[in-house]
């Protein structure tokens, strides 16, 4: 039985208002008047997160009960918080709604499928918020809005400050989930992006439990009908990849694969805008120049209001958020039809791995549930410059059941659909961090459209030796060194140390997995290797 904060329980302040499903031009209007944000040059509002520019990962918990004890992969990335607790909380999120002059509220959708989307109403103190959301999740049409039904409640006050005695968090800012009583508490911070990463990880709760894969990961269609899914951390390209001209996109960031369809959860794109070009990223940059964005942290000139996406001095991290029909070709259904290539997005900080690789059904569930990357400055709160991480599922933070969970659907799928897929390398080549450089936009480019058309299943491939997946040897168009990433490097012995380096972390990290897989998955691993 549904469990959410109705209307009503919104007790305001005498004379308080409550703002209900305003649209973009009304809640912008606000944003002006209360000082929340500014107008750009173009019409785009330009605001200011504070002191969170990213995500507080450290501050996310999940209500440990009946239904979650079992079902949740307890841990670093979901932390328990007792039902005492978060009751606390809730008492203390409906007093401070209380002292509020104006409160915003839209009911959305979490999902694009109608079989599977959920009923999300968003209870929100700022007006950009409630715009951001908004803009973000899946708006209802009219008739649907009139017959409404809230699944899940969501309250972001980025005013409020937990008390973690009290709350039982870490700090004054709190992102807590109660799959109960199905509401979701959001305190302490201004970073719009929390929100739509809590409606996320509720999804991939409630997914799987329908056989649906949820994925962290943009999508899109190529001239056939052909869809491609792109797996990958936030700042590992998943957003300018997809937003390819010749390609019809599905969305950006969050999606499920049903049995019939991959579909976005969200109605929205949120952007990495620092040094954003018109060249490498046009219709990425266009939406900047669009009333209906909202700019998170982007430095804008205070009498010309002219922006500059070059200056960090806000955030490294500065987002974009805009609807998703501002890219010319986004799909008008939000869907698209089952993946005939997957793409896994990796920024290697250590400049060992090729910038693509084919992989076995195999070797994609094992990176799968590896997840390496590197973590980009600003995506959360301390990250000032590229990490080496292991993020399971290319999305750990957002995924509460065990990875074996997806992993099992992915290869699941995989199986079934007889799907191409492959290992692609954005980050550095030539050395690591702070010696190599990143890999250029147009090669990746130029690598992925090969590997979509079908043509790269033409090329001769040689086995890479330290992880055993398949390398292309020759592709038009792209230096034939840069496909081989020992070439790259000045010293080659310097390369197979970090190579090795790199093996050892993989293996040291799937250990974890071992027993939630099979021998063939095992058997996917890279193997102990000497001096090249």
């Not at 694969?257 to 490498?280: P, Q, R």
């Not at 699941?412 to 961090?433: Q, S």
């Amino acid at each position: 039985m549904t469990q959410t904060l109705t209307l009503p329980e919104l007790a305001l302040k005498p004379g308080g208002r409550l703002h209900e499903n305003l649209d973009t031009p009304h809640l912008v209007e606000f944003a002006l008047r209360r000082a929340e944000g500014r107008m750009s040059e173009h019409g785009a509002l330009v605001v200011e997160t504070g002191k969170h520019t990213g995500r507080s990962a450290q501050d996310k918990f999940i209500v440990r009960d009946d239904e979650t004890r079992d079902d949740v992969w307890w841990g670093p990335s979901n932390k328990a918080m007792s039902k005492e607790a978060f009751a606390n909380l809730r008492e203390d999120y409906l007093t401070y709604l209380a002292t509020l002059d104006d409160v915003f509220v839209q009911d959305l959708f979490g999902g694009s499928q109608p079989e599977y989307r959920i009923g999300v109403r968003v209870v929100t103190e700022l007006a950009w918020h409630s715009s951001f959301v908004r803009t973000m999740l899946v708006r209802p049409a009219p008739d649907e809005l009139r017959s409404f039904a809230v699944d899940y409640t969501l309250i972001d006050l980025p005013g409020f400050q937990a008390d973690p005695e009290k709350h039982g968090c870490r700090s004054q800012t709190v992102i807590a989930i109660d799959f109960t009583e199905r509401l979701i508490l959001i305190g302490g911070t201004g970073y719009a992006g929390e929100m739509k990463k809590a409606v996320f990880t509720v999804l991939n709760y409630v997914l799987p439990r329908k056989g649906v894969m949820p994925m962290h990961c943009s999508a899109n269609i190529g001239p056939d009908g052909d869809t491609a899914i792109f797996f990958g951390l936030s700042g590992t390209g998943k957003t300018t990849l997809s937003a390819d001209a010749s390609r019809t996109l599905i969305g950006d960031d969050e999606h499920g694969w049903s049995d019939t369809a991959v579909f976005n959860f969200e109605g929205g794109c949120y952007a990495k805008m620092i040094h954003l070009s018109a060249e490498a990223e046009p219709e990425i940059h266009a939406a900047t120049r669009r009333f209906g964005t909202i700019l998170e942290n982007v430095v804008m000139h205070p009498e010309t209001r002219a922006l500059d996406l070059d200056d960090a001095s806000l955030a490294e991290n500065s987002r974009g958020a805009y609807p998703i029909h501002f890219i010319p070709n986004a799909s008008c259904e939000n869907m698209g039809s089952l993946p005939k290539n997957i793409i896994m997005l990796t920024a290697d900080a250590f400049g060992v791995l090729p910038p693509i690789a084919r992989l076995t059904p195999e070797q994609a569930m094992y990176h799968f549930l590896s997840g390496y990357t590197a973590k980009v400055a600003g995506t959360e709160l301390g990250v000032t410059e590229p990490e080496a991480t292991f993020s399971t599922c290319f999305g750990a933070p957002f995924m509460p059941r065990h990875p074996s969970v997806y992993g099992n659907l992915l290869r699941k799928r995989i199986a079934n659909g007889g799907v191409d897929c492959w290992l692609v390398n954005t980050g550095w080549t030539g050395g690591p961090y702070g010696t190599g450089t990143r890999m250029p936009i147009k090669v990746t480019r130029a690598l992925l459209n090969a590997a979509l058309s079908g043509k790269l299943k033409e090329a001769d491939f040689r086995i890479d030796p330290n992880f055993g997946f398949e390398v292309p040897v020759a592709v038009e168009g792209v230096d034939t060194n840069i496909l081989d990433p020992r070439a790259t490097w000045t010293d080659g012995h310097d390369y197979d140390r970090s190579a090795r380096g790199l093996v050892d972390r993989f293996r040291r990290n799937f250990t974890q997995f071992v027993a939630h897989v099979d021998a063939s998955i095992r058997a996917a691993a890279p193997s102990e290797i000497t001096d090249a």
